[in-house]
């Protein structure tokens, strides 16, 4: 019985302590620096992709724009009176002298 109140008052002057070493403080900078460093660079990374795409996008932007420029010009070029007099011209058409219009009246259409 003495033997373990010897014990006890050993145990209580006993103290655990917890030494930072080197080592530890490198360990703890591995485990908590590295996957901030890996976070960091995926997200670069991930940022850079975006900015590539973003720019692929507004330069077909720029394309589409230019297209549709050019095709406005080219159908208002379609459009005009001497185009299409040419194109007349060109597929022997001829002016009508004499335009006849058929009236209901004059039994011409059937009903059904």
């Known amino acids: 019985m003495r ?3 010897k014990n006890k ?4 002057k006993h103290r655990s ?6 080592m530890t ?3 703890m900078a591995i485990f908590v620096i590295l996957p901030l460093c890996i976070f960091l660079l995926s997200q670069t990374n991930q940022m850079t992709m975006k900015g590539d795409d973003i720019s ?3 330069k077909k932007k720029q394309e589409l724009a230019d297209d549709k420029q050019r095709l406005e010009v080219e159908a208002a070029r379609l459009q005009s009176v001497q185009e299409i007099q040419k194109d007349v011209s ?3 058409m001829v002016p009508t002298k004499k335009i006849n219009y058929v009236n209901s009246s004059t039994g011409v259409a059937v009903n059904r």
């Open 17 to 22: 302590s917890f030494k930072v070493g080197k």
């Open 25 to 27: 403080i490198g360990f």
């Open 9 to 12: 008052v050993f145990n209580k």
């Open 3 to 5: 033997n373990r109140k």
């Open 90 to 92: 060109k597929t022997n």
């Open 56 to 58: 692929k996008l507004e």
